[in-house]
């Protein structure tokens, strides 16, 4: 890569200095990668620009081929560096990044160079490498130090230096980062007789799971529609053939298989990853415990073994694990009412949800996740409990696991009408997790609210390659479209969501709204054939017509307005995803923490 090396660069309280490969904050080191450093050079070096994803492909890996995704990850690794500062590097969609913030570039005034200084310069980038990825190496610092202090003796000392540096770095130097592991996880074998293993143990494991940035656990609702697809039946059990054939079907590569047994008095608990397409075992795991209330200890020691397994490093598993009896509940029967309640959950009866979630709060009264989705699935019912529900789960907080922690902070922050912080928790849960679609359809739907679609358009477009089977980025994407009045392209991603068979009446219903729009009867006509017949259908139906004929248009087409017109048809759209409606929105909207 072709770097500037004379200039210092200076941006809010950072400095930037590619000589020396250097990058701090009010005078303090920021760790970065060397690659993310290099990403992050030709941003700023470039600052005000729209640089696209070509071009920096280009100039940072210029001589491999590089995915987009990786590029992604290193942006995404950039913005948490940057910390409050992360809105900085500004993703354009459909082109590429751009670094926002004002820089001033200043000349470095370096001394005379000589070749000893070059070649221990040449030294110290790989020190700084070091230091970056593992641990400081003051030995082979003070030998690069040292040849300096004579330069007839710099090749010898920096020979010397180089070599220990290397020798240090190739035993220390840390596992190679682990690749993005997008997986399944099967029900358990439950071979004890008890019925407290049922469903627990997969949903315990899911969530333990999800607190890795590098693996992308396939929620119950993305299985759900999964399976519908499949022609299947969305509760139907998920043995380790079904989730061998959820993982192919969506394009995943690892799916995970366990069991539990009674040996005596104790338990013995496996499990295992295998690749979703050669049916080969990647890793596996087992331990013993010798009672009931351990095993979900157990669970998070061969959750580790497989995380370690997969390739996630030390680092990241010190980072992002929080034992499962503090993410969820230490007690096995209020993880079960909870589990029962996320299948209803996932089938979209969210009313039906709310015993099990009730239930398992009466059980362990700290479950802070069952507040937070009491709350939640409250909202179309009761407003004022939904509030108290999540004003429980946010002062709970602290017992539930970084993703867990930051959707119950935003919702928090929702029912209490705080947008700036809401806006704030979305953003840093997709920088955290930028691979997970709840953050971008969450954001499409409070900047819909906001009336900024262009940013609700840019969420959603970013949701649905994360989720293609959920509809909720392509209907978000789609209101966008409408009220931008960019029909056609409203159209079209609506068509996609039906090529794929998602969304089913609400599709049908936005593009009866883009015909009514333009006039168009017979298309109209159409799409409300196809909606006809599905009760909800029928009652969305019923409300669409009384929002048209309150605006003043009609059917005929005689006053047609566009969608993004103060009294269009996408403005009734609008109208029914607002805080009156929440049951409602949270579907459509994407107000919810998964699927």
Known sequence: MSLPVKDVYRFDEFVLDPSKRTFA????????????FEVLTY??????????????????????????????????????ALGDRANDIVTVP?????????????????P?????????????????????????????????RASTRAWPYALVAVGLAALATWTVWKWLRPAPPAEFQKIVVADFINATGDPAFDRTLKRALEIDLAQSPFLDVMSEGEAVSTL????????????????????????????LTGSITSVGRAYLLMLGATDCNSGKELVSAKT?????????????????????????????????????????????????????GEARHSLGEFLAAVPFYQRAIELDPNFALAYARLGVDQGAQDEELSEENLKKAFELRDRA?????LYITAHYYDSTGQLEEQTQTWELYKQTYPRDPIPYTNLAALYSGLGQYDKELENSLEAVPL???????????????????????????????????????????????IAIAQGDIAAQEREDASIKGNAEGDLDLVSRDAGLAASGANQEGTRVVHAGAPDGPASQFERERGRGNRGRGRRRGGFRLSD
Not at 94 to 110: C, H, I, S, W
Not at 468 to 494: S, T, V
């Open 288 to 340: 013993q415990v010798g009672a009931k209330e351990k095993v979900l200890g157990a669970l998070d020691v061969v959750a580790d073994r497989i995380r370690r397994g997969l390739g996630e490093s030390a680092k990241s598993l010190e980072r992002y694990q929080v034992p499962i009896a503090k993410a969820t509940t230490p007690s096995l029967e209020a993880l079960k009412a909870f589990s029962l």
């Open 94 to 110: 459909g082109r590429g990044y751009q670094f926002t913030a004002l820089v001033r570039k200043e000349a470095e005034l370096l």
């Open 43 to 80: 941003l700023v070096s470039h600052s005000g620009q729209v640089v696209t994803k070509d071009e920096l492909l280009k100039a940072v890996w210029p001589d491999s081929f590089v995915e987009e995704g990786n590029l992604a990850q290193h942006i995404s690794w950039l913005r948490k």
């Open 401 to 405: 696991s970084g993703r867990e922690r």
């Open 25 to 36: 904050r009010h005078g303090k080191p920021v760790s970065v990668s060397p690659k993310a």
């Open 112 to 144: 005379e160079t000589r070749l000893g200084d070059m070649l221990v310069h040449g030294v110290r980038e790989r020190t700084h490498v070091v230091i970056e990825e593992s641990s400081p190496l003051p030995l082979a610092e003070k030998t690069a």
């Open 467 to 513: 989720a293609p089977d959920n509809a909720i980025g392509y209907l978000n994407a789609a209101h966008a479209y409408m009220c931008l009045n960019r029909l056609e392209e409203a159209k079209a991603i609506l068509d996609n969501a039906l090529q794929r068979k998602v969304g089913g009446h609400f599709i049908h219903l936005d593009l009866s709204s």
């Open 228 to 255: 519908q697809l499949m022609s299947r039946k969305g509760d139907v059990a998920v043995a380790a053939n079904v989730a061998q054939e959820l993982c192919v079907r969506s394009n995943r590569q690892v799916f």
